[in-house]
């Protein structure tokens, strides 16, 4: 039971490249989150789909895209990555509104 | 002001103490609390919620909520050195979709 898989696990890339960050889980939840995680800021929520079909913005969603697939699989995209982006990035999930999230083990992106 | 205070540490301890972390959130709509545990390059697991003000054990540990005065604390008693993480307190906002808000994080080590 694998649970929540991001790809890739490590990427640098270059100010103006853009990339998609993958996130599936298998444990048929309809929730999904994306997350980033800095250094004395904790995480903070940039986008999060309710439910397949749907996605809406959270706390910090500037130069981010997201794509609900379908149920299993939600993706994160950079069009044109900038230094402020690099961050480590968490994908999670839960079945519904008050259950527990389940975290995925992060991509670590720097941007140069 | 942040919605939910943490101290980042680092938290120090010999092995067999009980570690002390608590959280201070400002936000009433917060009716429930959980804990993850974090360690080092994994995704934030959760050990523990609690819906209540008062007490909850699970083994080691033990969690504390103090609504009254916006207040939880998280205890793991005999602590062990696989006990070293960072510890983050979420608290979701049922007037936001449950979306959950987390503290910064409190960084352990336990030491033998």
């Known amino acids: 039971n694998a649970g929540v898989t991001q790809t890739p696990k490590f990427q640098v890339l270059k100010t103006g490249q853009s990339m998609t960050l993958q996130c599936a889980q298998d444990?048929?939840?309809?929730?999904m989150y994306w997350y980033r995680q800095d250094p004395g800021m904790g995480l903070r929520l940039i986008y999060y789909s309710a439910s397949e079909g749907t996605t809406d913005k959270g706390e910090v969603p500037n130069g981010y895209n997201v794509s609900r697939l379908n149920k299993r699989e939600f993706s994160l995209r950079l069009e044109s990555a900038a230094p402020s982006q690099t961050s480590v990035y968490f994908c999670?999930?839960?079945?519904?509104?008050?259950?527990?999230?389940?975290f995925g083990n992060g991509t670590r992106l720097t941007v140069t | 002001q942040k919605e939910v205070e943490q101290d980042p540490g680092p938290l120090s301890v010999p092995e067999g103490a009980i570690v002390s972390l608590n959280c201070t959130y400002s936000n009433s709509a917060f009716q429930y609390f959980m804990w993850y545990r974090q360690y080092s390059r994994k995704g934030p697991e959760l050990l523990m919620y609690t819906y209540s003000s008062g007490n909850k054990e699970d083994g080691r540990f033990t969690a504390q909520v103090d609504k009254s005065s916006k207040y939880i604390s998280l205890f793991i008693r005999d602590s062990q050195p696989s006990d070293s993480a960072t510890y983050l307190c979420?608290?979701?906002?049922?007037?936001?979709?449950?979306?959950?808000?987390f503290g910064g994080g409190t960084r352990v080590l336990v030491k033998p």
């Open positions: 444990m048929n939840h309809n929730s």
């Open positions: 979420a608290m979701p906002d049922r007037a936001a979709g449950n979306k959950l808000t």
């Open positions: 999670a999930s839960r079945t519904a509104s008050d259950s527990p999230l389940h």
